[in-house]
């Protein structure tokens, strides 16, 4: 059965004003004895997983040397068998690494960078509180396609105040990078970040952002996979977003990770880590039984996502539930929600609209 792995490094130099994720300011620290810990704690058969994915995220994973990933990845492969040429990724902020650093990471068996790029204009990267330049930023590309088979990038649109003219500046630049994969945020306001406190939902405005975004993607050849990734081909796509979105079993490792585990018999359990970098040093993660009705509810919400059509009977082999045991799927506007001989496929119109289709059909 493929499990992947999430490994969260809560380090940052400085905090973004739109950031939400756990992060600990100007410290770093090995933390790989922790990470081995809960690793051991949850007492997995070993016979009955196989490692597919790995993906440092943070945090900010780039600041750790290349004997970090290393060591890790070396250590799971002792516990678990991991499948042949694995998806291992690294998120990185482009202002902590040079081409020379990126080349070692892939030495240390990384094979897949994703690069916070956020944006390629000088004034919006100081607004979003990012200290690279577009020329690094650049650079980092063009060593990426010359040395790994697929990269990543990161941007966002619909800041405050943006005019979609800005944005289609930026996002022509993008498209003419042919960058393998891309991930196209919508900026949201995240409570406890400075954004969300010098910003309402006013300054922001998103949907022609993202209707140009979709259809100029689209043109320029790329599959829109999910709400916002866009892949060139099949093997661009993310495989471990994919196995989130698809329901798959993920472990997530270290503060504030969180995971999913199909146990034998239809089960599933779900693993917390501690909210902070000092209690995650103290205790494991938490281990709790979770219900299928629960894991249904995640599986059709993360896999209508996608513009792939789920299926009854996969959601009955993983939780034992029908759709009927779980969706008003009368209550579906046609236009957004295809239903076709036991399955079902948001359009491009739901996914736009998923929380609004969601909110209708979901009986839980």
């Known amino acids: 059965m493929p499990l992947s792995i999430y490994i969260h490094v809560p380090f940052c130099r400085s905090k973004c004003p739109y950031c939400a994720f756990y992060k600990e300011i100007g410290q770093i620290e090995d933390l790989t004895p922790f990470y081995l810990r809960d690793l051991d704690q949850l007492n ?19 600041l750790m040397p290349p004997i970090f990933f290393e060591n890790i990845i070396n250590e799971i492969s002792r516990r678990f068998t991991i499948t042949p040429n694995p998806e291992v990724t690294i998120e990185i902020n482009p202002n902590t690494i040079t081409t020379k650093d990126l080349l070692e990471f892939k030495t240390a068996g990384l094979t897949r960078p994703s690069f916070g790029v956020q944006s390629f204009d000088e004034d919006l990267l100081k607004f979003l509180g990012r200290c690279h330049t577009k020329k690094h930023a650049l650079d980092l590309i063009e060593t990426s396609r010359k040395n790994f088979k697929t990269f990543s990038c990161d941007f966002i649109y619909g800041l405050p105040k943006m005019t979609l003219k800005k944005w289609q500046t930026d996002l022509d630049l993008i498209l003419k990078q042919n960058i393998p994969h891309l991930s196209l945020y919508s900026l949201s306001l995240e409570s406890g970040t400075p954004f969300k406190q010098r910003f309402s939902e006013n300054d922001l405005d998103n949907g022609e952002f993202y209707e140009t975004t979709r259809d100029q993607c689209v043109s320029a050849g790329y599959d829109h996979y999910e709400i916002s990734n866009f892949a060139k081909k099949k093997s661009d796509i993310s495989k471990h977003n994919m196995a989130y979105w698809k329901g798959d079993s993920y472990m997530g490792l270290g503060p504030s990770a969180h995971g999913r585990i199909e146990t034998e018999n239809q089960n599933w359990i779900e693993t917390v880590g501690p909210s902070n970098l000092n209690s995650s040093k103290k205790e494991g993660c938490e281990i709790n039984t979770i219900s299928n009705q629960t894991r249904a509810e995640e599986i059709v919400m993360m896999w209508l996502r996608t513009n792939l059509p789920l299926n009854e009977s996969f959601l009955t082999e993983k939780t034992r539930l029908k759709f009927s045991d779980c969706l008003d799927l009368d209550s579906a506007n046609p236009t957004w929600l295809i239903q076709n001989n036991g399955s079902i496929q948001t359009t491009t119109l739901g996914r736009q609209f998923l929380n609004t289709l969601l909110a209708k059909i979901l009986k839980f």
């Open 44 to 62: 997995l058969d070993k016979k009955r997983f196989e490692i597919t994915t790995i993906y440092f995220g943070g945090g900010t994973p780039s």
